[in-house]
Each structure stands twice: as C-alpha cells, then as structure tokens.
C-alpha cells in the first residue's frame, strides 16, 4: 500500500510540476543556444510582459475549461474591450480608471451573453462562442470605425505595460504584478471556494452536479460573466502595450491561450485543470516565440515548434493519465527489453 | 471428468483486472458440444466479463482457453466469430431501420462483383436461418422496428446462426420476453442443441435454467464456486452458492415501525412513462418497486426527483406539494435519490470521494463561500467509515474504487446529506456479493431509524428480501403497494408482464 500510495503522490507531483520542468528546461536550453544576452535585462522583463496578456486570459479560460466549456471568442472580444477602454481614453486622456472598468465591464457582458445563450439556450459552447468570435470583432471595427483608436499618450493606463517601468522598483511591468497577484488569488480561489467547486463537479459530469441539486445553467452563466472580467482586463492591458486601441489585435490569441490552459494539464473534456498550470503554459509558449526569435530564425519555423508542442504537451499528458506512462509500465518495459 | 474428453470449450483459471478490481479471479468453465450449459450468478458476479473474455472484447490477464482441444486465444470479436464463437447481448443488436434479411446479412453481405450486394442470396440465408429456428413466419423484408421483441430477438439469434456457431453465449435472453416467447425461444434451444451446437445460458432465474439447461456453474465474485449437473441440482444450495451466504445472513431483518406518511405520489404522469402512478411513502420503511426494463420505474423516479418534466400528478413531501419539483428542491426537503447509473450520472469519476460525497452540501463548510477543506474531509471520512468505504483516504479518485465501493461512497452522499427519504434505483447493480450484504443492512439500519427508503430494481429476490411493502409497474402503471407477504417470485412476475391483468378479464 506504501509503495502504490508513494507512487499515486509522484504522479500527481509529475502533474503539478511537470509544466514547470520543461519551462525550466526551455530556459536553460534558450540560454545555451543563444548565449549571454538571453538573459539581458531587457529580456528578462520583455518575456513576463509578453506573456501576460494570454496569462491572464488563460486564468478565465481555466475556469470555463475546467467547467466542461470552452470560449473561442477570447481573441475578438480582448479587441472589443481594449476598443472600449481606448475609445473612453479618447475622450479624456485623464480618465484611465474609467477606461480599465469600460473594458471590464464589455468583457462581463460578451460573456454573459455567451453563458445566457449556452446554458439557458442549450447549445454547445463552441458554436456559441465561434459566433461570439465574428459578432464581437466586428463591433470593435464598428466602434473604431475601422480605424485603430488613437488616445493621448499621457493617459497612465499605459504605464501599466511599461517594459521599463516607472518607478525602477517594480522591476517589471506593473500589469506582469497585477498578472502575478491574480494568479496567486486564483489558485486560492479555485482550490477553496464553493463555486469553483461547482465547476470542477460540471465538468467533471454534469448530470452529477445536478442530481446534487447544484443549479447548473446559473452557475454557468455566471462563470462566463467572471471569465469576462479577466478577458476585459487583457483587452485593456492590451490597449496599454499598444498605446491604442486597435479593432483587429489579438486575432487567433484564443488559440495561443486554450493551448496555454491544455499545456497546464487541463482536460478539455473538463473536470480537470489548474490556473498555475495555465500560467506557466503560458509562459512555456512566450518563451518559445521569445527564444527563436532570439535565435533569428523565421516565424514559420515558430509556428512548427509551437504547434507541436501543443500537441506533445497533451499526449504526454493524456499517455500519464491513462496509466501508459506510469512507472509500474516504464519498469516492466526496462525489465522485459 | 469425462465430460472434460469431448469438452468443446475448456476455460482454465481465467483471471481479468480493471484497475483495483478483480473482475475474474480464477474462473474453470467446460461446456460440451451439445450441451445447454447455464452460467449462474449475481449481478457483478463475472458473468458478463467471462463472456467478453471468450468473444475477445477483453484479454485476460491469466488463464487458458481451449476450443476443441486447441488453444484459443481471440484476437478479438472477429477472429472469435471466425472461430466459431458467437454471442447474443441482452441488449438487441440489430439497426432498427434495416430489415431482418439486411440485419442477418449485416457486415458479411453476399457479393456479386464491384462491391455490389448479392440482394436474393441475401434473402435465401435469411429466409433459411429463420427456418432453421423454426420462425419462417417472420417478414424478413419490412423495418425490424416494426417486428415485436420476441420477433426481434430471433432475428438476431437467426444471424448468429449464419455464423455457424460452435459455442453459442446467450445473456439473458428472456429478460425482456413474455412467457409464450420464452417457451419458443426453449423450443429453438433445444434444435440447436441437437445440431450439436453447445449453448451457454447466462440468467439469474433459477427455474428457468433448469428448465432447458444440461450442467451449470456458478460464479461468485469472479471465480468458479461450484459445477455440477443440473437435473440433479438443489436450486437452494445454488442460492446459497451464488450469494456465498444464507439468505439470512444475506437479507437482515430488525423490526421497522411504520410512522406518519412521508411522501405522497398520486396519480403521477411523465412525458411517457409511467403512465400513472400512485402510492404513499412512510417513515421507518422500506417499499419496494419491481418493473422490467422500460416500465417505467426509473421515469417515475426521475419525475418526483424533477429530473424529467410531469404531465400531471402531484407529489407532496411531508404533507406539502413539491410543486415543480427540482433537485436541489427535493435535497432541501430531505428526499435524495441514488441513481441507476454510477457512471454517466451517480458519480464523478475524475473527482476524489470527498467531492462526490459532499457535493450537496458543500455549504455546510464554507463560510463566505470559501471551503475549508480540511472539515469536509473531516465530515466525509466520518460518513464513509460507518459505511464500510474502503479506500486509502477520501482525497482518493473515486474512479479508483471497485464497483461496491463506489455504490457505498455514492450512498454515503445520501446519508452525509441526511436525508429522510431515501430513492434508490437499482442500488446493488454491479456491486460484489460483500457490499451488496452492506448495502441491505445499511437499508435496513436506515428504515429502522424512521427513514424512508423506497427501492426500485428488476432482481425480484433482493426486493422480496429488503422491502416490507412491494408495488409492481407494468407499462407505465404501477400497482398499489401491498405487503410483502402476499407477494412471491411468480405473482411479481406476472404482475410485471401483465399476466395478472389478463387473466382477470
């Protein structure tokens, strides 16, 4: 019993840090192959702020992922709300609190609008949010009048994705603190509250969750509406880091961050998932698109890489959950050669 | 052992695992060539894996397997059709819009050239193989969802035939057949038994295995118990084989004082089914509801759990109307219900046993909506011990349990709940012989509490073992409940297809 328990314990370790080894292991290989500026100051701020968008992001998505959803819509409506935020901005380059709480609440209620129509509507969230995807793109090219939306360049919201920020102590951006900060507050919460709970037993099975009385629609609306508040949020960090708010950025980011959440050790088919694992599947695919960059080589060759991780982070992953790759297997296998 | 000399199929020490479970742990089988051999055992027993082995659906882990002397190892359900190994599910397999020449012919159609089906010789082997069973009556050109379910079922032993099968594996044949088609299905048994073919006869009705069948076996927990020949059989000691126990032992009994009336169901009426359905439910006992598959019974629970929308009829718990009934409306109220189906609906396989236990009441350790994990552990543990959950702790992935245990922790949800009602359907299906023993004395314990408990299943035996009030549906209708003592294994049958009824127009 010892043994199978000490065992159960490594796997379950392996899950947790597996995302983090490989992290490790990209940044050691990086530094190797591209030398002492890879660890410049420069790029030891620029690879956090990179990657804070699709963190944070990726932190909402978690939610929805590990509730059995999905939302393909992030990339359009991060543009939609960093079209609010910048169009607020517009008209009084002062009032940048206002801009970040115009965002947020335009990513509350795309998601909303997702959630209303998934659960009371009963329709796949896939379809929902791929039409969610066109709708809320084509409003930020309305809003903007199919122009990036120019502000005054005083306005403070950017300072928050500042590669060199203001006050020199801060080391890094304040937005990649604020990303930190959440992420902390997250996994807290997705380890402790009640809601989170409820969204682990949806994804989990659904039918359970409602046979234990939980109310599964509400919950998932309100649980699109929360994912929003993060997505709102990205939108206006990334108004910040352009210093405008353009209609068609983040085209495809949706991908980049399912795939942070999936390489995090999250199921799609729900039940499973945790924000830290997203957090550093983030990071995982900044520092990829970082370092060979670094390394000059062409951005087709990036794509490959990337899209290959994607799937080899979830094969292995799926290979350790199904038990192929436990040590019971790898040692009878080492026995028998 | 002579027996063993022109044995057809030999099966020697067969062992399978899933995971923690032992699902065979040393089975020995030996079935001649025309003989009608039953195989004998509870739900969960093994029967059903033991089969799968033998048509190459699962490979076992150890153990032999001897088909006419030689060694047989399936490759899977293909290579053991090519060796002669056929089998007929409980569940019909035939494509309901397809007719009964095109079922019988289904993956191994006659060809003329290109692909292109030979559409008469199709019709010959059908209208042939139909003969053979004795059943040329049957239209073999119209839609098989048009034909009865008897009809049905010999269009699918008709195809097993065109397979010429050398060991024939029926699994519970009758369990959807009225009695005149029983007895046609016997009469098709026995001429395939005199073309040689050796029949394996999987049913846990007792009386009639020893009606058609030449030897048995009986399985408990995944390992042969006893052999022998059936004409010679005490059906009692093959009881007291298959449950490892006394009935007794099997069943505890404690005195249960009937109180006031908990729940109130009349006239109740679902989409479909059931059709209507009325009783009363009473503090401090268990009744009891037998129906076969698709009466009804599991609908009826699903409409007073508000899981499926009522048509009419009310429902009152504790003196009040439930109204539009709902989960969580119910669980507020005191009434859980434990569902037929671990896997697609009771449980959450990828989540620890403390969060499929305290899901319903995960507020009782949360303040502010954060949970403290430790109390709820705490809680979980205390209910899971006095059910007897065996498990490592209860952070454990519930999916990691043997199918006894999971039933125990998915009841533990309703006790953990508190629960004053208590709806079970179906809550020994697929459990070993050791926790369904558990699960009859913590239902016992319950009704001797002042619980009420209502158990719904389709295995007469535990129903007229547990229940101290039993009521029958039949289509949609569900007759009264009345005390167990006028009711025995027939009556519950006949009531149960309808037989009653006829009988007294």
């Known amino acids: 019993m010892d043994s199978k328990n000490s065992r159960a314990w490594l796997g379950k370790a392996l899950g947790v840090l597996g995302p983090f080894a490989v992290l490790l292991a990209l940044i050691v290989v990086l530094r190797i192959a591209v030398g002492e500026s890879y660890f410049s100051a420069y790029n030891l701020r620029a690879v956090p702020l990179q990657a804070t968008i699709v963190a944070i992001s990726a932190i909402g998505m978690t939610m929805i992922i590990v509730a059995g959803g999905i939302d393909l819509s992030v990339g359009s409506v991060i543009a939609l709300c960093g079209v609010s935020a910048a169009l607020v901005l517009r008209s009084d380059p002062n009032a940048s609190a206002l801009a970040i709480v115009a965002a947020l609440v335009t990513g509350v209620v795309a998601g909303l609008v997702n959630g209303a129509i998934i659960a009371y509507g009963r329709m796949a969230p896939f379809i929902v949010t791929l039409g969610m995807m066109g709708v809320a793109r084509g409003l930020a090219k309305w809003a903007g009048d199919k122009q990036t939306v120019d502000y005054d360049s005083s306005a403070w919201l950017n300072e928050l994705m500042r590669t060199t920020p203001d006050p020199r102590w801060m080391v890094v951006a304040p937005g990649v603190w604020l990303m930190v900060i959440l992420t902390v507050l997250m996994i807290l919460f997705m380890r402790h509250a009640v809601f989170a709970r409820r969204l682990y037993a949806i994804g989990s099975n659904e039918a359970t969750a409602q046979l234990c009385g939980i109310r599964v629609p509400s919950t998932k609306l309100l649980m699109y509406g929360l994912a929003g508040l993060f997505f709102g949020l990205s939108g206006a960090l990334q108004t910040a880091r352009l210093t405008q708010g353009d209609p068609t950025a983040a085209v495809g980011l949706e991908l980049d961050v399912i795939a942070a959440v999936v390489i995090g050790g999250a199921s799609l088919s729900g039940g499973a998932g945790s924000v830290l694992g997203a957090v550093v599947g983030a990071l995982i695919m900044t520092v990829l698109r970082n370092g060979t960059q670094q390394l000059g080589w062409e951005s087709y060759t990036q794509e490959i890489i990337i899209g290959l991780v994607i799937v080899i982070a979830v094969a292995l992953d799926r290979l350790r959950q199904s038990g192929l790759l436990s040590w019971e297997r790898l040692s009878r296998l080492v026995r028998s050669q | ?505």
């Open chain 2, 1 to 505: 052992m002579t027996a063993l000399a022109e044995a057809r199929l030999v099966m020697r020490g067969v062992h399978k695992r899933f995971g923690a479970t032992a699902a065979l742990a040393g089975v020995d089988l030996s079935v001649a060539g025309g003989e009608v051999h039953a195989l004998i055992g509870e739900n969960g027993a093994g029967k059903s894996t033991l089969m799968k082995v033998l048509a190459g659906v699962h490979v076992m882990d150890e153990g032999t397997l001897e088909l006419d002397g030689s060694g047989y190892v399936p490759k899977g359900p293909i290579d053991a059709r090519r060796r002669g190994v056929v089998m007929i599910h409980q569940e019909l397999n035939l494509a309901p819009h397809l007719s009964a020449a095109e079922n019988i012919a289904l993956g191994e159609e006659p060809r003329l050239c290109w692909g292109l089906i030979n559409g008469s010789r199709r019709r010959d082997t059908a209208r042939d193989a139909l003969a053979r069973l004795g059943c040329e009556s049957i239209p073999i050109d119209v839609p098989v969802a048009q034909l009865s379910v008897a009809q049905q079922q010999m269009v699918e032993i008709a195809r097993a035939l065109t397979r010429e099968p050398r060991v024939l594996v029926m699994d519970e044949p009758t369990s959807s057949l009225t009695r005149d088609d029983v007895d046609s299905l016997f009469a098709v048994i026995r001429r395939l038994r005199e073309q040689g073919v050796s029949v394996i006869y999987i049913s846990h009705f007792l009386e009639e295995c020893q009606e058609i069948c030449d030897r048995y076996t009986v399985l408990r927990d995944g390992a042969t118990v006893t052999t022998g020949s059936m004409a010679e059989a005490d059906l009692s000691a093959i009881i007291a084989a298959m449950v490892g126990r006394s009935v007794e032992e099997l069943y505890p009994r404690s005195q249960h004082q009937m109180g006031e009336v908990l729940v109130t169901v009349d006239d109740l009426a679902g989409a479909e089914l059931p059709v209507s359905a009325s009783f009363t439910l009473h503090a401090g006992e268990v009744a009891g509801v037998f129906g076969l598959v698709g009466s009804g019974r599991t609908e009826m629970l699903r409409c007073i759990y508000g899981l499926a929308s009522i048509r009419h009829g009310s429902v009152q718990v504790a003196g009040q109307p439930l109204g539009r009934s709902s989960p969580r409306l119910c669980l507020h109220h005191g009434l859980g219900l434990l569902s037929e189906d671990r896997k697609s609906e009771g449980l959450m396989l990828t989540q620890s046993i403390a969060d499929n236990v305290a899901l319903p009441d995960l507020a009782r350790y949360a303040r502010v909506g954060m949970l403290n994990n430790a109390a709820m552990d705490r809680g979980v543990s205390a209910v899971g011990e006095r059910l007897g959950v065996k498990c490592q702790s209860v952070q454990q992935g519930i999916g990691e349990l043997s199918g006894g245990n999971q039933q125990k922790a998915a009841l533990a949800r309703l006790i953990h709940h508190e629960a004053e009602i208590l709806l079970l359907d179906e809550p020994t299906r697929g459990v070993d012989v050791g926790s369904k023993a558990a699960i009859y004395a913590l239902i016992d314990q319950l009704a001797s509490e002042g619980k009420a408990v209502l158990v719904v299943s389709s295995y007469i035996p535990e129903l007229l073992g547990i229940c101290d009030r039993i009521g029958v549906m039949c289509k949609g209708q569900l007759g009264g409940l009345r005390p167990r003592s006028e009711w025995d294994e027939h009556t519950i049958m006949a009531a149960a297809i309808g037989q009653e009824v006829r009988r007294g127009q």
